[in-house]
């Protein structure tokens, strides 16, 4: 009993003041995803406000993320804990073989997942007063379960990132719909790390500009008397370095007129045309098995189980995917818009950034950080599933997700938690009732003493 007392008030201590002023109320959760943040990115120093809120908070020496390491496949991994094969948001650009189409950004690319609910419809559905705010989220324009978030914003490149900030804080501190729980995007360090490569000085001053966004959101809710708050800064992917010196030049290998490809470096999808399915897989088998292939070529049945992707009904007949640093001929095109972009002379040696790869290539690893009155201090964890922060999301806003299909694992990310949770029903809220009298009591006879 006194041993239980003393754990009591040893976590009271712990968790600090500001949990004192807790009331009954969850904690506010808010996700920002910075696209594209490598996370041997923070190796560089440039960025103090998140390695403050790492160092005092709980992070993963990186985040496993989900196959192909794109944006929207990732963001929408992170949002409904399914794989690609399950949400079908394959890659940022998707042929559909049912609406025999090519899919960008588009309700059709997001909405064909049998039972896929992202979190912040998960949310709202858990309980009265619940509201999500979704500012640029890849994903959030749409309706699922029939429902939009209460509180959106369609992405816009370019618009400022403070002003995100602000409408998020306008979001938090609505007085009829408050949110609790809100995912806000960011599209760099992703954006200059593509038109300058990972290695550039545009990408070291990207990194202190998106730091300088995280310190404008803490002051901001500061100014705005928001103290109870979970503040977890992620990413999809990470980022490498490519140049047009190494192409895989496909058009070697094939014959004209007889295959499209689909989806882009540095994995592509190919459909042969009929009557040349044979011949193209025997090609494109003979040229990837070659002494020194660049690249490994899959029929759809030989793709790798654990890339979670060959399952899904838009999954290509065959798929070809490069080796670290190399890309297809479709390079050429995307090469050529990052230089425009970025107003970049080109040259076959200019170096450029490329995600998409295996998520077993650790470049293509992002960081994860979590700060706030539900997260350990000071504490690192384990290496865990980007699919799994969907059971993290709902124990931290108390939602019962039993009746959801995903594939996360709470244990994987139960040592992020400040309260050890069961996580049997998967959901549990992060404080009972009951638990919280106890834990307030406790905590008044702590500072008491
Ligand atoms: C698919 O669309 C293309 C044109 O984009 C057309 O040529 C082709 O016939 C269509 N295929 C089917 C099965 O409708
Ligand atoms: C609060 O949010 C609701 C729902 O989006 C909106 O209609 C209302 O205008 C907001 N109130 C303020 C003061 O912004
Ligand atoms: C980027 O920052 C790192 C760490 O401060 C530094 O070592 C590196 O030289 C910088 N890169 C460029 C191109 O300035
Ligand atoms: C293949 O087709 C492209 C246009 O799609 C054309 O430019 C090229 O000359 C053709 N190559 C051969 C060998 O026919
Ligand atoms: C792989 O790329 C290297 C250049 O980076 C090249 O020398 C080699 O020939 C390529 N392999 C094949 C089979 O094309």
């Not at 705010?133 to 370019?158: A, C, I, R």
């Not at 098995?289 to 399952?311: A, C, L, M």
């Amino acid at each position: 009993m006194s041993s239980c007392l003393l754990s009591i008030l040893l976590l009271c201590s712990s968790v600090g003041v500001s949990l004192a002023a807790v009331t009954f109320l969850q904690p506010l959760t808010i996700v920002v995803s910075l696209d594209g943040f490598y996370y041997k990115y923070l190796e560089r120093d440039l960025t103090p406000n998140i390695i403050r809120l790492r160092d005092e908070g709980v992070s993963a020496p990186y985040m496993i993320n989900i196959f192909p390491t794109k944006t929207f496949p990732n963001h929408f991994s992170i949002a409904t804990g399914q794989y690609a094969e399950d949400h079908h948001v394959l890659d940022n650009k998707v042929f559909d073989p049912i609406l025999n189409k090519t899919l960008g950004y588009s309700e059709d690319l997001f909405t064909k997942g049998k039972s896929t609910v992202p979190f912040w419809i998960v949310n709202e559905k858990s309980g009265n007063n619940k509201h999500s705010g979704v500012m640029m989220w890849p994903g959030g324009d749409f309706k699922y379960q029939g429902s939009l978030p209460t509180h959106g914003k369609t992405f816009e490149w370019n618009y400022e990132f403070n002003k995100r900030v602000d409408t998020v804080i306008k979001w938090i501190t609505n007085s009829s719909a408050p949110a609790n729980i809100v995912f806000l995007y960011i599209e760099e360090p992703d954006s200059s790390g593509h038109k300058f490569g990972p290695n550039s000085v545009e990408l070291n001053n990207t990194l202190r500009k998106v730091d300088d966004t995280i310190a404008y959101l803490e002051t901001s809710l500061k100014n705005n008397r928001v103290h109870n708050y979970n503040l977890i800064i992620l990413s999809d992917h990470g980022m490498t370095s490519v140049s047009l010196e190494k192409v895989i030049d496909l058009t070697k290998f094939l014959t004209n007129g007889t295959y499209d490809f689909d989806t882009a470096t540095p994995i592509l999808g190919v459909s042969p045309k009929k009557g040349f399915e044979e011949e193209v897989a025997e090609k494109l088998k003979k040229a990837s098995s070659q002494e020194g292939s660049n690249f490994s070529f899959y029929r759809k049945d030989d793709i790798p189980d654990e890339w979670r992707y060959k399952k899904s009904f838009r999954a290509p007949p065959y798929l070809l995917v490069a080796k670290h640093g190399y890309v297809f001929n479709d390079a050429y095109e995307t090469i050529k818009e990052y230089a425009s972009y970025a107003k970049r002379n080109l040259t076959p040696n200019s170096i450029f950034g490329l995600h998409g790869y295996d998520p077993s290539d650790k470049s293509m690893l992002p960081i994860f950080i979590a700060n706030g009155p539900s997260f350990k201090r000071k504490h690192t964890v384990k290496p865990f599933k980007s699919v799994d922060l969907f059971s993290l999301f709902a124990h931290l806003v108390g939602a019962d997700i039993r009746s959801y299909s995903h594939s996360g694992d709470f244990r994987r990310v139960a040592d992020l938690l400040a309260v050890q949770a069961d996580g049997k029903s998967d959901a549990s809220p992060g404080f009972s009732a009951p638990s919280i009298y106890l834990f307030m009591f406790a905590c008044w006879i702590g500072f008491g003493l």
